[in-house]
């Protein structure tokens, strides 16, 4: 079983605008263009944080605003055969875009959702159908702006949510019952067994194929559910990751050296152009999925606890008390 965890780096060789583009016009539109010239020093969720903080309104209502302005700047864009090629060998594909672009590349506007249970900000089960294809946008969509996560809040609460789900319990609205992830507790065939899954499950138990995504740090949900699948005691899947580098070999990062600590297969591609070098990575996603047709065997993680070595003490010999003879009593008659 294998599943796709894709990134704006297919939009961006799609001609997309370029995020330092986007943040800039979001700076103008809410009167802080002295923020324009620290985007390249400050991540986007603290960006967004201080852009909503800056506003005379309550926060929230700030952070509301924000979101639907910066919605509205993800202008919808063409699907390219990049896209396609990508995505084709999935039946799942998780994605950190907003946009649609994934669904429309398979069947045009006839997408919809199929959340398998309510939510309203978070996105643990926020499902799109598109056709037989389920793209899940585990950063919320631009048709729920309340959902898009940007700010370093809703990244903490994503995590918190995520790892609640992961190693306890949570209540979900319409759902009488508190919702754990069938994974945590070995249940692989979950969509044969359950109505209400996320695509955290298939994170932790399919192959994952990472492509067109910088792994910001920021993104502290997706970090926690690699070293969480890292740590398991018990791993079915393997993870790459497809590093894209133009006219030339890609160089090591912090980012590719700390998913290497973690057992994640680094995928050199290179090519003349972006757009070539994603049709590259599709071969590569293809010819990985043939070299590991089913899950990997529960037992044979790489990460199982191994027992120490016995040590054998050298026990000393114990000394016997020393036993006084009892005094004699004398008897007075």
Request: hydrophobic share 40%; proline share 5%.
């Amino acid at each position: 079983m294998h599943s796709l965890l894709l990134g704006n780096g297919v939009n961006r060789a799609a001609s997309q605008k370029e995020w330092v583009q986007i943040l800039q016009e979001l700076a103008l539109e809410f009167r802080a263009e002295d923020l324009v010239h620290q985007l390249d020093a400050k991540p986007l969720s603290m960006f967004i944080e201080e852009l909503c903080a800056r506003q005379s309104i309550r926060f929230n209502q700030a952070e509301h605003m924000v979101k639907v302005a910066f919605a509205r700047l993800l202008k919808q864009i063409e699907p390219i055969e990049a896209h396609r090629r990508i995505c084709e060998p999935f039946k799942v594909i998780m994605t950190t875009n907003y946009d649609f672009t994934i669904e429309e590349a398979f069947v045009g506007p006839l997408h919809s959702p199929a959340f398998t249970a309510h939510e309203s900000r978070y996105s643990l089960f926020r499902r799109h159908q598109a056709g037989n294809r389920q793209i899940w946008h585990v950063h919320g969509d631009v048709a729920r702006p309340s959902s898009m996560v940007l700010g370093y809040d809703h990244y903490a609460g994503s995590l918190q949510k995520i790892r609640n789900y992961v190693t306890g319990t949570i209540d979900v609205k319409k759902v009488p019952y508190r919702l754990s992830s069938p994974v945590k507790n070995g249940i692989l065939d979950f969509t044969a067994h359950r109505s209400v899954y996320s695509w955290v499950d298939f994170f932790l138990r399919d192959h994952i194929h990472i492509a067109g995504l910088g792994m910001d740090f920021t993104e502290i949900d997706l970090w926690w559910l690699l070293l969480h699948k890292r740590r398991r005691a018990n791993q079915t899947g393997r993870v790459f990751y497809y590093q894209i580098a133009v006219g030339g070999a890609p160089t090591e990062t912090a980012v590719t050296s700390l998913l290497r600590s973690l057992g994640v297969e680094i995928v050199a591609i290179t090519g003349k152009s972006y757009v070539d070098c994603y049709m590259r990575a599709a071969d590569a996603i293809e010819q990985r999925i043939a070299d590991y047709p089913s899950l990997l065997p529960a037992s044979s993680s790489c990460c199982e606890v191994q027992e120490l070595p016995t040590i054998e003490i050298e026990r000393q010999p114990t000394q016997s008390k020393l036993r006084l003879p009892k005094p004699r009593t004398h008897s007075t008659t």
